[in-house]
């Protein structure tokens, strides 16, 4: 019966262990919802944060957003330090970019996907590379805005081009 026990707590340490080390990470960005036409590029700015007491290895990024949208995290790797100890929060760093297709035949408005930071936390022989478990996610909206101007801005526009053409027209006319 002990030794089922001790199993059985040995098992219950491992699961816990593992479950506390893929949530030690926060990861706060800057602004949750940005908005871009189709063609623009958006640079996602945030946060990472070290809840934990051990040192974590942040190696990688995954950013899953559906669509017409091409992701660079080359900004993670250039930007972020790639340890952070125990309780402390970086610095303020572009973390990546998303860029919109063009044309997006995708509906106009906000699509939403996940951003996780990939990583474990530093074993006795230091910073490991290979490690890719799930540290912390964030959720990311990106707005696609319309191509084309508002009717509003639109008629503004014409009404503007025609006023310039009267006052071009009355100047040459004032000249004879």
């Known amino acids: 019966m002990r030794r089922i026990s001790f199993l059985s707590l ?3 340490f491992l699961v816990a262990n593992i479950a506390y080390a893929s949530t030690i990470v926060v990861l706060s960005l800057d602004s949750v919802v940005q908005n871009v036409m189709p063609g623009g590029t958006i640079f996602v700015t945030g946060t990472i944060t070290n809840t934990g007491v051990d040192v974590v290895d942040l190696n990688g990024l995954d950013v899953n957003l559906n669509g017409q ?17 125990g309780g402390i929060t970086t610095a303020d760093y572009e973390i ?5 297709g063009v044309p997006f035949t995708g509906s106009p408005g906000i699509q939403t996907g996940t951003v996780t ?5 530093e074993g006795p022989n230091g910073y490991d590379p290979t490690t890719q478990n799930i ?12 191509s084309s101007p508002e009717p509003a801005s639109m008629m503004l526009m014409v009404f ?8 071009v027209l009355r100047n040459r006319y004032r000249r004879r």
């Open 117 to 121: 930071v990939l990583g474990g936390v």
């Open 160 to 167: 503007g081009c025609a006023a310039l053409w009267v006052t």
């Open 135 to 146: 540290l912390g996610n964030a959720t990311l909206a990106v707005n696609v805005t319309s």
């Open 10 to 12: 040995s098992f219950l």
């Open 96 to 100: 990546f970019t998303v860029s919109v």
């Open 69 to 85: 949208f091409m992701t660079d995290v080359t900004p993670f790797f250039v930007n972020v330090p790639p340890s952070i100890a």
